[in-house]
């Protein structure tokens, strides 16, 4: 297997990250979803202003994401349209696929405080293996303070989708 097949391979899988709901395609109803499921553990209120803001973030992230991948317009974004606009779009401009998520991940941090141990819950919530997301949630703590860095949160973000080094088996 080249690099080419690693990377794109990759990729793919963080198609099930985002694909909330399982159904084989990433469409508007699972960032809705996330952002339920963020609120609900956090017991943040909808109609908060944390809650809005996140509400907000999830769907400019979801027209980012579609702008990005859904190639044929119908407003759902296939594991194919989502390999395919990942790899042409992340290597044209591989800090604008963060871009797009930093109202999303604004407000988590937001909904979540801020705090180490309120983002590792997040992660959890949104799909990240328990173990993965302590790692990553203290990763982010760069001042060393129990507080994530919104700067950081967003760089690793991309770093996460553009990285082309294999993953451990």
């Known amino acids: ?18 694909d909330q709901d399982g159904n084989g395609y990433i469409d508007r109803e699972d960032f809705y979803t996330a952002a339920t499921r963020l609120l609900a553990e956090f017991g943040v209120p909808y109609r908060s202003d944390r809650g809005q803001a996140l509400s907000n973030g999830a769907e400019a992230f979801w027209q980012g994401m579609a ?13 194919e349209e989502f390999v395919g606009g990942a790899l042409k779009r992340l290597r044209d401009n591989p800090h604008g696929f963060a871009e797009i ?47 994530v860095d919104e700067e950081e949160a967003v760089a690793a973000f991309g770093r996460y989708f553009i990285t082309q080094e294999p993953e451990a088996p």
Do not use: K, N, W
Request: glycine share 8%; aromatic share 6%.
């Open 101 to 147: 998520a930093r109202p999303f991940v604004r407000a988590v941090l937001a909904v979540a405080e801020g705090t180490v141990p309120g983002v590792e819950r997040a992660l959890v919530v949104l799909g990240v293996d328990p173990h993965t997301a302590s790692l990553t949630a203290e990763s982010l703590d760069a001042a060393g303070a129990g507080r």
């Open 67 to 79: 702008g990005i991948a859904d190639v044929d317009g119908d407003q759902r974004v296939t594991r």
């Open 1 to 18: 297997m080249d690099a080419e097949e690693i990377y794109q391979r990759r990729i793919a899988s963080r198609f099930a990250a985002f």
